[in-house]
């Protein structure tokens, strides 16, 4: 007996091509197409709308994923590897952890804000780890000069600071 809630996708017959639409209870349809060396299956809203497609093309799969929320709750690590990330969000921005924060570059890291900028802590430590891998850690390092700045005063010797301490 068959179910009426659940089309089956139509094959196509000829080159190993499956290409069909299906309707869901909600509206949405799922349709799959194979063309041009790129395979795809797309998840569309009663209305039309894209919700998820997955698209297998020769230099690897793509997800593209629309919605109101999307949620992702793992037990363990959530890892994301990519060549460039970037987050564009039309509200606000929170990170909170249970634990420590890391944020490491191999570049500059650069913070820039339209208002002002807060940092709350017990205590704020500034240029105080290792700094063996920094260009003014490395042995002969003078800092460049900046114009319209005073030259750079040079490294203290014998544990005298150059201040006049009365």
Known sequence: MSDPTHQHLPV??????LAGVAQLPSGRTVATSAEGG????????????????IALTPEGPVLQLRGVRLEIDSTDTVSLRCKDFEVAATDSIRMS??????LGAKGELRV??????????????LNSGDRADY????????????PGLPEPMPPATGGDCGHDHH
């Open 97 to 102: 952890a249970a634990k420590d924060v890391l």
């Open 112 to 125: 820039k804000t339209g208002g002002q900028a807060h940092v709350d802590s017990e205590m704020i430590h």
């Open 38 to 53: 790129r395979e795809q299956i797309e998840i569309r809203s009663a209305t039309g709308d894209l919700e998820l497609r």
């Open 135 to 146: 260009p003014d850690g490395q042995p002969g390092w003078v800092p460049p000069t900046m």
């Open 12 to 17: 196509k017959s000829g080159a190993n091509t």
